[in-house]
C-alpha cells in the first residue's frame, strides 16, 4: 500500500482522483488474507485527512469534533456491511418503478423537446420508466417554478406520463432566489418569516451565488426548515405532479468562495483554521458556504459535511407526507446513513472510457457505504460520447442499480434513440434482460433493507478466500448469483474476465463454464455484455415490458443454474412496489425456491400480499446432463424442450399460480 492522503469536506467538482468530492463516508474495509475481513467507522463530520501507509498503516487527523470509532469484526465482508449499517442505518426500499430506466438531459429546453424524446423513446420500445427535467424547467432558475413559456404545460406532460404509468422527477438545487421584488417568491417569502436560513457571523441571512446571483441556504437542522419544505413541495406538488425529487448542488455549492461580496470574515478561526487538510485549493470556504456560518445549533464548520444528509433527510420526509407513498430521493452530497433516505449518482462524469470503467469501483464502494441504490451518468455527463461507448456505456448502465442516462448542455444528445438502430437494439436488448432481472434485483434491495447486505458486490464479497479476486474491480456481481462483465475498451470485441473456482452458466445460451479460479477470454461482440449465472442459484424473473408496470403484469419465470451435485436454491420477495411499510406490516410474499434430485420445489413462506395473481410460467434449468423422458408439474405431464448441446431443459408454457407450493420434476 502506497502512501496516499484522501480529504473528506464535501466539495463542488467533477469527480477525479486525488480530489476530495462530493460527500464524505469516514469508513473503510480490510480484507485479510485468511480471508476475514473487519471494517472501521469513524462518526465526525467535520473536515479531516486519512492517510494510508505502507506499514500497512492508517492516519485519521480531523480538525473538529470527537472521536467516535466503531470496529466491525465481521468476519466476512458482507457481514462487516450488514454491522455498519446496523449502526448508520439500513437503506431505503425504493419504489419499483425507480428501478426502470431513467432519462434526463440538461438543456432539452422546453416541454416539447422533452416530449419528443421521451416519444421517440416509447416508438422504438425501448424500456423508459422515469423522464426528468434538469433546471431548464424553472423560471429564472427559481425552485419551485415553471418557466411561463418554454414549460408552461409541463403538468399536462406529467399527466400523459401517468396515463402511460411512467413517472416523472425535478431537480432541486439548495439555494433560494433572495434578489426577487419584495414578497413575490414565496418560498423565500416564507423561509424568511419562519426564520430558516443559514447566518453569516453577523447574524444575517448568508449569501452564496451558483445559478441565481443571491441566494440562501435552508439550515434542515432546523425543524422549521423541514416543515418548511414539505409546505414548498406540497405546493408545486399541486401544481406538477412529481413522483420524485432530485437534490442537486447540496455540498452546499456556493460560487462565491463564501459569502457574495465579502468571501469569509479574515482572521476567523473556522475559516481559516490553524491546519486545513489537504482539501481542493486548501481553503475550506472554496466552492461552498463560509465554515463560520452559523447553523440552528452549531457552526457550518462542524455540519458542512452533512448538509446534504439533512437536505435528504428532509426531503424523504416532504415526500412520503404529500404523495402517501414510497420516497425517491436522488441526492448528490451524502454522508454515512445518506442511504436511509437517498439514492445517489457520481456526479458530472466525462464521456470517457477511463470513466465508466471508474463508475464500477464508485458503484462498489456505495453500496458498501449503505447505499445500493448508486449509478453513474450512462455515457458521461460532460463531453460528447461517441456511438461505441455509449453503446457500451448503456449496457454496463444496464446493470448499475439506479439507471440513468443523463447530460450537459451544449454537448451532443445522447438518448438512445438519436443513434443508429444498431445501437437501439443493443439498448433495447440489455434493458430488456434489466427488467427481466428485476424481481431478483427486487429481492436483493429487499434483503438490504432489512439485512443491509450489499446489491451490487464485488467479487471478494462472495469468494473470500479467493485472493485473486481481491482486485477484481472490471467486473461485479448483482448478490451472490449474478456476474457482469463489460467491455470497457473501445474497439473491443471480446473481455477478459476472471471466474472463481466452479461452474459459471452462460445467461444467454445456458453453456456451463467450469473455472480453477482463472481469468478467460469472452466473446464480446458490440451487441452484447457478457452474464454468467453462479452454479447452486436460483434467478426469479419476469417476462419483460417497457415499463415495470407492465413488466409486472407478465408471467413470472425461473433460472435455476444447477450445481455439481444437481442443487440450487433462490427466494422472491414481493410486495405492491410502491406502499409504505409493506414489510412491516406483512404486506408482502416471499417464496423459496429450491432444487434438489431433479425435483423443482417452490414454497411459500410468507403470504401477505394477494392482490396480483402471480403466476409462474416458464422455468429454465441449465446444467441437465441428460434429456428427461417426462416432466410433471405438480402431478401433471407437460410439455418440455432441451438443447443437449448446452444441457439446458427448459418449460415455456406453464401457468402455475405461485401462491401455492410448486413441485417440478423431471424423470
Known amino acids: 500500500m502506497d502512501w496516499r492522503t484522501f480529504a473528506f469536506w464535501a466539495h463542488d467538482f467533477p469527480p477525479v482522483e486525488h480530489f476530495n468530492l462530493y460527500g464524505s463516508h469516514p469508513f473503510y474495509l480490510v480484507m485479510e488474507d485468511n480471508g476475514d475481513a473487519h471494517g472501521v467507522f469513524l462518526l465526525n463530520s467535520n473536515a479531516m485527512d486519512v492517510t494510508l501507509q505502507p506499514t500497512p498503516a492508517l492516519t485519521w487527523r480531523t480538525i473538529g469534533g470527537i472521536l467516535d470509532f466503531y470496529v466491525f469484526i465481521g468476519p ?264 436511509k433516505y437517498a439514492a445517489h449518482w457520481t456526479g458530472d462524469n466525462q464521456s470517457t472510457w477511463k470513466d465508466m470503467y471508474f463508475s464500477i469501483p464508485a458503484v462498489l464502494s456505495f453500496n458498501m457505504f449503505g447505499m445500493p441504490m448508486i449509478g453513474a451518468d450512462i455515457c458521461g455527463f460532460t463531453g460528447d460520447a461517441a456511438e461505441e461507448l455509449c453503446q457500451r456505456w448503456q449496457q454496463l448502465g444496464a446493470f448499475y442499480i439506479f439507471s440513468r442516462n443523463h447530460n450537459d448542455r ?97 445467461y444467454y445460451s445456458g453453456a456451463g463454464l467450469t473455472s480453477t479460479g482463472q481469468h478467460i477470454e469472452l466473446d464480446a461482440p458490440l451487441d452484447k455484455i457478457n452474464l454468467h449465472i453462479r452454479e447452486g442459484s436460483i434467478i426469479p424473473t419476469q417476462e419483460p415490458n417497457t415499463t415495470t408496470a407492465a413488466s409486472r403484469r407478465n408471467p413470472f419465470g425461473l433460472l435455476v443454474a444447477l450445481s455439481i451435485d444437481s442443487k440450487a ?3 422472491l420477495y414481493w410486495d405492491d412496489g410502491d406502499q409504505l411499510d409493506t414489510f412491516a406490516k406483512g404486506k408482502y410474499t416471499t417464496i423459496h425456491f429450491s432444487a434438489s434430485q431433479n425435483i423443482i420445489k417452490s414454497e411459500v413462506t410468507h403470504a401477505g400480499y394477494t392482490q396480483e395473481n402471480m403466476t409462474l410460467g416458464s422455468v429454465t434449468v441449465f446444467g441437465v446432463a441428460t434429456s428427461p423422458r417426462k416432466m410433471k408439474a405438480n402431478g401433471q405431464t407437460i410439455p418440455f424442450t432441451f438443447d443437449a448441446q448446452n444441457k439446458v431443459l427448459r418449460l415455456n408454457t406453464l401457468s402455475l399460480r405461485l401462491a401455492k407450493d410448486i413441485t417440478i420434476q423431471w424423470i
Open 76 to 339: 466476512t465482508p458482507d457481514e462487516v456491511i450488514q454491522q455498519y449499517t446496523d449502526v448508520i442505518g439500513r437503506p431505503f426500499m425504493p419504489p419499483y418503478w425507480s428501478l426502470g430506466f431513467h432519462l434526463c438531459r440538461y438543456g432539452y429546453g422546453s416541454t416539447n423537446k422533452t416530449r419528443e424524446v421521451w416519444r421517440s423513446m416509447n416508438d422504438a420500445k425501448i424500456p423508459l420508466d422515469t423522464q426528468w427535467n434538469d433546471i431548464d424547467y424553472m423560471d429564472k432558475r427559481k425552485d419551485f417554478t415553471l418557466d411561463p413559456q418554454k414549460f408552461a404545460d409541463l403538468p399536462a406532460f406529467v399527466d400523459e406520463l401517468h396515463q402511460h404509468n411512467q413517472h416523472y422527477i425535478i431537480i432541486l438545487d439548495p439555494g433560494i432566489s433572495s434578489q426577487q421584488p419584495k414578497g413575490t417568491y414565496p418560498p423565500y417569502v416564507d423561509g424568511k418569516e419562519s426564520d430558516i436560513f443559514i447566518k453569516d457571523y453577523k447574524g444575517e441571512d448568508f449569501v452564496g451565488k451558483v445559478w441565481v446571483e443571491h441566494m440562501v441556504y435552508p439550515d434542515y437542522t432546523n425543524p422549521a426548515a423541514v416543515e418548511w419544505l414539505e409546505k414548498q413541495s406540497s405546493q408545486f406538488h399541486y401544481q406538477v405532479k412529481f413522483d420524485g425529487i432530485w437534490n442537486d448542488m447540496n455540498e452546499p455549492a456556493s460560487y462565491a468562495n463564501g459569502e457574495v461580496g465579502e468571501g469569509c470574515p479574515i482572521g476567523n478561526m473556522y475559516d481559516f483554521p490553524p491546519f486545513v487538510p489537504n482539501v481542493f485549493a486548501f481553503e475550506l470556504y472554496e466552492h461552498t458556504v463560509c465554515p463560520s456560518a452559523r447553523h440552528n445549533k452549531t457552526c457550518h464548520y462542524n455540519l458542512h459535511n452533512v448538509y446534504g444528509h439533512t437536505q435528504s433527510y428532509a426531503t424523504f420526509q416532504a415526500l412520503k407526507n404529500i404523495r402517501g407513498l414510497r420516497p425517491f430521493v436522488l441526492a448528490r452530497s451524502t454522508f454515512s446513513g445518506s442511504g
Open 410 to 506: 451544449g454537448t451532443k444528445k445522447q438518448h438512445p434513440t438519436v443513434f443508429s438502430k444498431a445501437m437501439q437494439d443493443s439498448t433495447r436488448k440489455a434493458l430488456l434482460i434489466r427488467y427481466t432481472l428485476l424481481p431478483y434485483l427486487y429481492t436483493l434491495l429487499h434483503k438490504a433493507n432489512v439485512q443491509g447486505n450489499t446489491v451490487a458486490r464485488p467479487l471478494f464479497f462472495e469468494f473470500p478466500l479467493d485472493k485473486q479476486t481481491f482486485a477484481v474491480d472490471k467486473q461485479f456481481m448483482w448478490g451472490e448469483a449474478l456476474l457482469i462483465t463489460p467491455v470497457l475498451k473501445e474497439g473491443a470485441t471480446s473481455v477478459k474476465g476472471y471466474f472463481p473456482k466452479g461452474v459459471w452458466y452462460d
Open 569 to 571: 436454491n433462490g427466494t
